[in-house]
């Protein structure tokens, strides 16, 4: 079975600088790979997402995360954060071709500071 | 397209009751699926149907959990003789199948809390 772990919980940082969020996944078969987003009192809307092709994937609002198969490693980065980003992050996998169950991590509280 | 809608937003309960929760997906959408996430979890798989069919059901989803889908809109999602631990966010999503990889797209869930 697949599994997604986020190591940090929350991750505090000021406005206008980088950050990192990081996601490993375990799966003994390939998958899809993705990063959702919770905004305070809205659904999670999905931010990017990795199927094959080039490793580094982009959202439209400036976030990125590069695919790692040989550390299973699925990291979000984004340069410079606005305090809009603040929100609740989830990294999630799908095995290719086996249903259609998503795996979720247990998400990171990305909390920016003015 | 209005989203994906759920009612209640809230629901308290006493311990033994039943409860139902509403789904209603985006129109076109064929795919309906329900996810539970408790505090500091992230969100975990309990079915979907493609239409009217459930054609997934995960372990977690216990004898005293029913969903339903009867005409391939609005899905229903039943929890009977609820328990503490039955205490969660309760999300659904939709999507429309047949393109290359969905996109889910979630509502802001019903809260259930059993006292």
């Known amino acids: 079975a697949q599994s997604v772990t986020q190591l940090d919980s929350q991750v505090p940082v000021f406005e206008e600088a980088p950050v990192e969020l990081r996601c490993n996944y375990s799966?003994?078969?390939?998958?899809?790979l993705f990063w959702y987003v919770q905004y305070p009192n809205q659904g999670l809307q999905l931010l990017l997402k990795?199927?094959?092709?080039?490793?580094l994937v982009e959202s439209i609002n400036g976030f990125e995360a590069e695919f790692n198969k040989s550390q299973t490693s699925f990291h979000l980065r984004k340069p410079s954060v606005h305090i809009s980003d603040t929100a609740e992050y989830f990294c999630?996998?799908?095995?290719?071709?086996?249903?259609?169950?998503?795996?979720f991590g247990g998400g990171t509280r990305l909390m920016v500071k003015p | 397209d209005t989203g994906v809608s759920q009612d209640p937003r809230h629901k308290i309960t006493k311990r033994g009751q039943n409860v139902t929760f509403r789904c209603d997906p985006i129109s076109e959408h064929n795919r309906l699926y329900w996810y539970r996430q408790t505090l500091g979890q992230g969100p975990e798989f309990l079915t979907y149907f493609q239409n009217e069919a459930q054609l997934e059901k995960s372990r977690l989803l216990s004898d005293r959990f029913s969903a339903e889908r009867p005409k391939g809109s609005f899905s229903t999602l039943e929890i009977q003789r609820t328990e503490q631990g039955d205490s969660a966010m309760y999300l659904c999503?939709?999507?429309?199948?047949?393109?290359?990889?969905?996109?889910?797209?979630f509502g802001s869930g019903t809260q259930l809390s059993v006292l």
């Open positions: 990795y199927l094959s092709g080039s490793t």
């Open positions: 999630a996998v799908k095995v290719y071709n086996a249903g259609n169950m998503l795996t």
């Open positions: 999503a939709s999507s429309l199948a047949g393109v290359r990889i969905e996109k889910l797209f």
């Open positions: 799966s003994s078969v390939s998958v899809y």
